[in-house]
């Protein structure tokens, strides 16, 4: 904190520091920047006209709030970057342990204080960080953990039970004059969302029964999965109806945006051995990206407990991380990865994936496979008309194979896709499309034999080629 600030009671006022509510802090923080054109979430994408506007609303409202989507789709990110609404510092009465505001104290120890010293009585200066707190709401949290409790050990030392002093305070009360958010709300129990409906409306606590009251200054703020999403909990409904604004929470709504947003957060930025960092062929991105998309509307996921970005992102780490192992086995300078990487997303997808009643057990591997299958049918699709490779499959109608396997040398790939007519010639017109930053020459064998693979993957799909995998080994024939 800076050195110049005031250290007592009596320098903050003649400073001209006045008396404000946190939501009427995060109101004019808000305010300073919507008229400055900034962004309130700069690194969350795809929300800018549909949940933002809802949460400045509620903002300006001065509401708390409650953040209700699926999983995977950043609420409790967002939730945490509501600090940066409050001010760089706070000031208190030093040694509060409920952050008492130096004009205002609530705490018998701050009254006591500032009654006994007066303007002289010492203030300390809080950080924003310092002044978000977080509780996951889980089945043995207590009204204690949450709001406070009798300190025996006081209450031992000669204190009496209906004093303040022989209160232990929970979160709630120290997070006073800040943002206190609960994730999972309907997993909190029902008789302690009760114990919540005080706080939220009238502002004030009570401990074990006895009246004391602490007028407390809060924004609360929650988040959840849709009620109907497992039978563990719901809110109960005079607790809903104290909170002031509900923000519903959406998935991606285009493929690029869903791209956009696995490019932020998926660790991509590596380089192993003599391996440079990866180029990731825009049309592996889209494939990774539409198998989360077809998820979200297979007939074999459940849609009510959703699919997580966290499985685009984790999908897309495992294909890059695959072609980066290919890389370094058979020393090759480029990490590009082919479709043939796809297969180790089923590993990454595995338990972000919730099947329906109706599928059988131990069928999640099978599931997702046709997914990806599906996926790279219709990226193929969106870019190329199968018809335009009729050549290529003729080759095959004249009883002619290929084989490759995910830890073939590009080189080796590219060679047996010039056996082919036409089909190295396609390949590398792909590769200069959608792979343009790879100039050097191991760069374009690797992008080459990626789209020669997408070729044939695409045409498989697409029931002009047969199929066949033993041992590693993938065979493409007619």
Known sequence: MATDRPRTVGELRQSGYRVE????????????????????????LGYEETVVPQIQNAILSRHDMLFLGLRGQAKTRMLRQLVHLLDDAMPIIAGSEINDHPYHPVSSFARELVAAQGDSAPIA???RDQRYHEKLATPDVTIADLIGEID??????????SSETTMHYGLIPRTNRGIFCINELPDLAPKIQVGLFNVLEERDIQIRGYPVRLELDLCLVFSANPEDYTNRGRIVTPLKDRIGSVVRTHYPTTREIGIAISDQNAWLDRASGDASKPSIPLYVKEVVEEVARLARSSPHVNQQSGVSVRMSIANLENVVSNAERRALCNKETSIVPRVADLAYAVASSRGKLELTMTEEEGHEDKVIQRIIDEAVKNIFGLHFD????????DFFEAGQTIETTDMLPSKTLLERAGKVPGLRKRAEEIAAKFSPDLT?????TAAAASAAEFILEGLHVHN??????????TAYRR
Do not use: C, T
């Open 440 to 444: 050097d020459a191991d760069g374009r």
């Open 464 to 473: 002009k080629l047969n199929k066949s995998a033993k041992g590693g080994a």
């Open 125 to 127: 200066w809080v950080g």
């Open 386 to 393: 199968v018809r335009e490779f009729r050549p290529i499959v």
């Open 152 to 161: 025996m050990i006081k209450h031992a030392e000669g204190r009496y039970l």
């Open 21 to 44: 509510s946190v939501k009427d802090e995060m109101r004019r923080n808000l305010v300073r920047k919507l008229q400055s054109g900034e962004s309130l979430f700069p690194d969350i």
